[in-house]
Each structure stands twice: as structure tokens, then as C-alpha cells.
């Protein structure tokens, strides 16, 4: 093959889809024998992710036009914007369309094979037929958040990843375009907590929490605080990548998706990211194995084309949640009372983009009279990031 992807998830679908569109001969090798749920994935992306996976708009459940964040002391900020600012997808139906797409582009998928990669692109496939070997000019590893291949060639990020769980219960949500997230040590020390509206009377509902924090507890006071009558039909864990690998790329090696941890450090979202780095790693290893410029610096090119596509946000995400991280729950509350003011809301509101979250910075910039709500904020954080390490105060 000119191109073996390990991982048949959304990113490793669209990225062999791209591959072969490229002119590829283009193997996908999943493990799973059928698509099937529970998925652990509550499926709220942007409006832009679903082009951006080059998928029909089939798979929309709901579109969400408003988020509600919870303090620990119970008061709340309602973010409501006149646009759609997200939708729901049905993850399951996503991922069948973006397969049948990879097929229809002429890759080779088999479903219930694992893929076991050795230097050299070399890849063991086993399944219930037995062993047999492939050759791959370029091998994508998108093999997900646990990902073997970042392993085996030394590339998995040191930071651990951050552990979730997610139940779907019955419940028919107040507002059927909106999601409540929830913060506090309470519920998930470190992250949060979400609910999310998706198909009818289903409520997805979950939290993440950083390595360390057992979240099995967690999700029990989480679900008999706010959904004590409702039944749990489902439930999932699974992880999250918490900062993407420092080097994506080896001889004959590329890595993708959640195998990268191209992840947004602020809501753990990676379909978006991962969706826009797998057009990238397709084309490019494509390009690569039809070259013959298959060592890491013919690859080099997705590195950087990635990085500068996502990287700046996922820098400004990874420094802005270092700085909420460490606030306590009397920090959040007094972060939420500062936040209070109609014409903040309806900014951020408007301006909110859950891909580039900096751009609220850029555009409140030129806006110096709302300053004087937003610069205590930055005061709080500071005070308790000096706290618990002992740092000079901020300039
Ligand atoms: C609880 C939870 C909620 C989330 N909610 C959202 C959300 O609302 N929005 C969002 O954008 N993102 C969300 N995410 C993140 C999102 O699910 C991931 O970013 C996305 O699934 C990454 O896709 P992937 O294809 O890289 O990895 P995966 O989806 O993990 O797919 C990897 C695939 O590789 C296969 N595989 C692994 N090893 C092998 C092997 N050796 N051989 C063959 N196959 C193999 C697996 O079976 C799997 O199908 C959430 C994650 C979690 C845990």
C-alpha cells in the first residue's frame, strides 16, 4: 500500500479518505467489527467541524444556540447568541457516513483488525482469520487517546491524559438549544461537568477530571444533585489528551487525531482539530509515499501545516486553562460575579467561538470599555495561581 491508516475512528476515516482522493492506495485497518454506541463522545461541535470532516449535515441532532455555566455557590451566567454556536451530532451515524466516504474514495477498510506497526512501515494485521502482514509506504497512526503507535515509537505526550465519563439518561431538557456546564470542586476538581440536550428526551451528561481524581464518585453526586429521577441507559468512560505530542511525524510515521492530542486544551473537543489535521496528514502522506520522500523530513510538511493551523489556539487554550485550573471554588464564584454584566454576556455571546476561543481576546482589545469588568478577573487568577506557587505578582 502506498498508505496504511491504523484506527477506522472519525480522524483516521477522513484521513485515508483524503489519502486515496490524493491517488493512494489506501489500507484502514479497525479494530472494531461495526460502528456501534455507546461512544465516548458527547458530540457537540462546531457548525464549521461538519464541512471541515467533509460530512453531510445528516448526523445533526440539535443546534445550540446558548451555554449555561454553574458556580459552585449555584448562581449562574446564561451565554445566548441570536446565531447557532454549535450542534449535536449523532457520533455513531457520523462515523458509518465518514467510513462509507473513505470506501467510496476507494480505500481498503477491514472492520474487526487490529493493527500492530513495526519500523519500516511494516504493519501486523490480526484478526479472527489470523496474521498476516502489510507493507505501507506511510503509516498513519489515528489509533486514538491511548494510542500504541505513539508508543512504540516514542512519541506519546508526557502529560496524562484527562479521564471522563459519560451516561446518557432519560430526560427532556428545559431548553432544548442549550448547554449546562458546571464548575467546582465538588463535581470536577480541575475541569468540568456538562449536560447536553442531544436526542429527544436524552440528556448526554458527564465530567472530566485531570489524571489522579477518581471520576466514578463524581459522576454519582453529579447525577443525583441535578438528574435524581432520571434513568441511566448508558455509560462510557473514556480519555482525553491533555497537550498534543511534541513531534507528530517519524520515518514513514504520521500521527493523528487524538494519537497526537490535537485536542482544544479548554472543552477537550477534538473533532474539529483532528478532523482539520487528518485532511492534512492524507494529503501530505499521500503525497509523501507517490514522492518517495517517506523519512521524517519528507513528512515534516504535515507538522508544520498543523501546527500552524491549530497550534496557536491550542497554545492560547493550554495557557488560559493553566490559569483557571488552579482556582478554588471561591475564586470560580468571584471569576462568575465579575463576569455578571448584560453587555459582557451578550459580547462573549456573540463574539464566542468554542474553535478560537482568542479571538475574544483580539476583539476585546478594541473594546477598552469592558476592560474594567474583565481585568479583575485576571487579578483573581493571579492572586490564586501566586498562592499556590509562590510567584511574583503578574506586571
Ligand atoms: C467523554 C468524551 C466526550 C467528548 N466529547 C466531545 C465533543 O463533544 N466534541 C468533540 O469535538 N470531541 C469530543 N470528545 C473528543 C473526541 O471524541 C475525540 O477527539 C475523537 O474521537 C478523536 O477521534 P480519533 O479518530 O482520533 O480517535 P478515536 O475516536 O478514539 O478512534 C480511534 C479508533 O482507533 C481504533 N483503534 C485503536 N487501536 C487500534 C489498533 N491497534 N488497530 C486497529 N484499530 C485501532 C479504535 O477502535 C477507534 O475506533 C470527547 C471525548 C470524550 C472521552
Redesign the pocket.
Known amino acids: 500500500y502506498d498508505v496504511i491508516v491504523?484506527?477506522?475512528?472519525?480522524?483516521?476515516a477522513v484521513a485515508a479518505r483524503e489519502a486515496a482522493k490524493a491517488g493512494a492506495r489506501t489500507l484502514l485497518?479497525?479494530?472494531?467489527k461495526e460502528v456501534k454506541g455507546p461512544i465516548?463522545?458527547?458530540?457537540?461541535?462546531s457548525p464549521r467541524?461538519i464541512p471541515t470532516l467533509g460530512a453531510s449535515s445528516e448526523s445533526i441532532l440539535r443546534e445550540i444556540r446558548a451555554v449555561e455555566g454553574h458556580a459552585p455557590v449555584g448562581s449562574t451566567l446564561l451565554l445566548r447568541a441570536d446565531q447557532v454556536k454549535g450542534v449535536v451530532i449523532d457520533r455513531i451515524s457520523l462515523e458509518a457516513e465518514l467510513l462509507a466516504a473513505a470506501e467510496s474514495a476507494g480505500v481498503e477498510l477491514l472492520l474487526g483488525?487490529?493493527?500492530?506497526v513495526e519500523k519500516g512501515g511494516v504493519a501486523t494485521l490480526i484478526s479472527d482469520q489470523g496474521e498476516e502482514r502489510a507493507n505501507g509506504k506511510v503509516i498513519i497512526g489515528?489509533?486514538?487517546?491511548?494510542?500504541?503507535?505513539a508508543a512504540k515509537f516514542g512519541l506519546s505526550s508526557s502529560a496524562p491524559p484527562l479521564l471522563?465519563i459519560?451516561v446518557e439518561i432519560e430526560a427532556t431538557p428545559k431548553e432544548k438549544d442549550k448547554v449546562d456546564i458546571y464548575f467546582g470542586r465538588e463535581l470536577a476538581p480541575g475541569f468540568f461537568a456538562w449536560a447536553?440536550p442531544a436526542e429527544p428526551d436524552r440528556v448526554r451528561a458527564?465530567l472530566?477530571v485531570p489524571a489522579g481524581t477518581n471520576p466514578q464518585p463524581l459522576i454519582e453526586r453529579f447525577l443525583s444533585s441535578h438528574f435524581p429521577s432520571s434513568d441511566v441507559l448508558s455509560r462510557?468512560s473514556?480519555?482525553?489528551p491533555s497537550r498534543p505530542v511534541s513531534r507528530s511525524v517519524a520515518d514513514r510515521l504520521i500521527l493523528?487525531?487524538?494519537?497526537a492530542g490535537q485536542?482544544k486544551p479548554l472543552?477537550?473537543?477534538?473533532?474539529?482539530t483532528?478532523g482539520l489535521c487528518a485532511t492534512i496528514a492524507g494529503r501530505v502522506a499521500a503525497g509523501a509515499s507517490l514522492s518517495g520522500r517517506t523519512d521524517m523530513a519528507g513528512l515534516m510538511e504535515y507538522e508544520a501545516e498543523w501546527r500552524a493551523a491549530i497550534g496557536s489556539e491550542i497554545r492560547f487554550g493550554l495557557a488560559s486553562r493553566d490559569a483557571l485550573t488552579p482556582l478554588d471554588d471561591e475564586g470560580i464564584n468571584t471569576v462568575f460575579l465579575a463576569l455578571d454584566d448584560p453587555e459582557l454576556l451578550r459580547f462573549i455571546a456573540k463574539t464566542g467561538d468554542i474553535d478560537r476561543p482568542s479571538l475574544l481576546i483580539s476583539a476585546l482589545i478594541h473594546r477598552p470599555w469592558l476592560w474594567e469588568r474583565v481585568l479583575p478577573i485576571i487579578g483573581i487568577m493571579d492572586e490564586q495561581r501566586r498562592a499556590r506557587t509562590g510567584l511574583e505578582p503578574l506586571g
Do not use: M
Not at 6 to 12: A, D, E, S
Not at 40 to 45: D, H
Not at 142 to 149: E, L, Q, T, W
Open positions: 491504523i484506527g477506522g475512528g472519525p480522524i483516521g485497518v479497525e479494530r472494531r465516548a463522545c458527547t458530540g457537540l461541535v467541524t483488525t487490529e493493527g500492530r489515528a489509533d486514538g487517546p491511548r494510542s500504541g503507535i471522563t459519560q447536553v458527564g472530566a462510557v473514556g480519555l482525553i493523528v487525531g487524538d494519537a485536542v472543552t477537550g473537543g477534538g473533532l474539529y483532528g
